[in-house]
């Protein structure tokens, strides 16, 4: 069974996103995959030292870990929503951020979005991510 590639949305009269989509079709017959709020902890439950950036691209590998669960990877992942306790914590490591998520995403960027909240459960925690990905079935497992 071939499915239709995933499609991304971008109205025409629109600017070009730059780091994320505006939004995806995802055809009928794929998987979705739905991963909890990761944060930038490691196996053992440990927050990665070193800051911001650090956490980010842990708490990006915790959500690759649970698409992978499923057979998925990165290209799968299709909408993110990003939790930071200090917006600025992001305006000011842009730089970084996205030599991180190329370094684990890859050139894929789903629908996104980036929330600031006043705290999280878990101590020193700087970011949180969630995401949706939709894989073909022929991936899933």
Do not use: C, H
């Not at 993110?80 to 490591?93: A, I, K, N, P, Q």
């Not at 995401?131 to 022929?138: F, G, K, M, R, T």
């Amino acid at each position: 069974m071939t499915l239709a590639p995933l499609q991304p949305l971008q109205p025409p009269s629109w600017p070009r996103p730059r780091g994320y989509s505006n939004g995806f079709r995802v055809p009928a017959g794929r998987d979705l995959v739905f991963t909890g709020g990761m944060v930038g902890w490691d196996a053992e439950e440990k927050m990665v030292e070193g800051g911001f950036v650090p956490q980010f691209g842990q708490a990006l590998r915790n959500v690759l870990a649970v698409v992978a669960e499923a057979g998925g990877g990165p290209e799968d992942v299709i909408s993110m929503t990003v939790f930071v306790t200090g917006r600025e914590d992001y305006l000011s490591s842009l730089d970084a951020v996205g030599r991180v998520w190329r370094e684990v995403m890859g050139r894929n960027y789903p629908a996104m979005a980036l929330v600031e909240i006043a705290g999280f459960v878990e101590e020193g925690g700087r970011v949180e991510v969630q995401a949706v990905a939709a894989l073909a079935p022929d991936r899933a497992e």
